[in-house]
């Protein structure tokens, strides 16, 4: 079963029959909400960008195993890996976090 099967699965377990949550409802919800975040923080790619002007983008690209340079998103013609996962991006140094941004899911 695919990410996206057991998120819209999980996604539609709200339906409670009574007008009022009971508190294990709230529990339930609370339970799920989680599951979907951490399922999104697991999937959710991210490209790290250092400079945007006029010229182009900077981006973080990895250019073997443990080697990473920035370099301008032009000179990357899809031989270098420039989408990571938060955890790849806070292995890689923490500080590159501040300058992640969420690539759309029709890019990926």
């Known amino acids: 079963m695919k ?6 699965q999980i996604s539609g377990l709200d339906g409670f029959n009574s007008a009022e949550p009971k508190e294990w409802e ?10 979907l975040d951490l399922i999104r923080k697991s ?3 991210y490209e790290v960008v250092f400079l945007e002007d006029d010229n182009g983008r900077y981006l973080l690209m990895e250019l073997g195993e443990k080697s ?3 370099v301008h998103e032009s000179e990357n013609e899809g031989y270098r890996n420039q ?5 790849e991006i806070k ?5 590159y976090w501040a300058f992640a ?3 759309d899911a029709d890019e990926s």
């Not at 989408?83 to 955890?87: C, D, G, R, T, V």
């Open 68 to 70: 990473y340079d920035v």
């Open 3 to 8: 990410i996206q099967e057991i998120t819209n």
């Open 101 to 103: 941004v969420p690539v």
């Open 43 to 45: 999937t959710q790619l």
């Open 26 to 35: 709230h529990g339930f919800l609370e339970c799920k909400r989680q599951v």
């Open 83 to 87: 989408w990571f996962k938060e955890a």
């Open 91 to 95: 292995e890689i140094d923490e500080r």
